[in-house]
């Protein structure tokens, strides 16, 4: 499979730039077999029934972005990828670093380069504990098609996060208010919370011509044993389970054995592409419109056919809907 197959020409000014101020307000598109329905995001409530379970990522994106400068003067960025351990991180430098640099930030916060291989630093920092000073001094990672910065670190979350570790949003989630996620509970629609950090696997663009050469970097996922319990019960009295975005999709993949999902700690490097069979019998899946020739893409692909998800993003495309992060939805039925 080439990586071609999966590309398609958006015009650039249907890359959403900023949310909607009413999140739920978003236009949504319904996969139906060969059919597709337009509607607003909040009209979701027609398609959930009473017992349906909607499980969702509730990874919470943390301001991942450092700017500061080194000894000589000169300014660095990092992105803070994964911790290895108390104030040891790997990064991603925007700049020129050797092994042994210091660089310091604002808030007294310091970090030494102590290893690098491969465009990835791993930096100790001192002055503090990074974890709560990245709430003071570090930017939201926002993707680079965004070209604002994003000031709000609530404007780049899910209504429900609560689980630090994410740098990237899982963005599906993004259409949920808290008055649409009342309004569906009262409708008797229950709800499940598994968390994936989204981390590199999720967000680095394939560079292989052959898709299936493609590897995935490692992402840390939790499955509590009470969320667990929810969803095999669902699954057991054959109600209908819907994943609200592509992370929870990999995640629940991940975990999921002779007939349920396992709860517990571990990581994925799960790669999803046509040709894939699910594990979980999902009824549907609430996902965002995607990068061309993005592991996204391929995933959805998967689900849904290649076919029927270019000619939906053709159909979107004609009617201007708004792409990615901050764009609009689609639930697709299997």
Known sequence: MKLRDFDYFLPKELI?????????????????????????????????????????????????????RKSTGGRVELLLVKELGENLWECLVKGRLREGAEISFPSGISAKVEQKSEGKLVVRFTGGDIRQV?????????????????????????????????????????HFTHELLAELRSRGVEFAFITLHVGLGTFLPVKVEEVEKHRMHEEHFEIPRNEAEKINRALEEGRRVFAVGTTTVRALESAFEDGGVVPGVSTTTLFIYPGYEFKVPYAGLITNFHLPRSTLLMLVSAFASRERILKAYREAIKHRYRFYSFGDAMLIFR
């Open 16 to 68: 959403a730039q900023e949310p909607l101020r009413r999140r739920d307000a978003s236009r949504l598109m319904v996969l139906r077999g060969d059919s597709i329905e337009h509607r607003i995001f909040r009209e979701i409530v027609r398609y959930l029934e009473k017992g349906d379970l909607l499980i969702f990522n509730n990874s919470r994106v943390i301001p991942a972005r450092l700017r500061g």
């Open 134 to 174: 990245m709430w003071k001094i570090g930017e939201m990672p926002t993707p680079p098609y965004i070209k604002r910065r994003v000031d709000n670190p609530e404007e780049y979350q899910t209504v429900y996060a609560s689980k630090d570790g994410s740098i990237a949003a899982p963005t599906a989630g993004f």
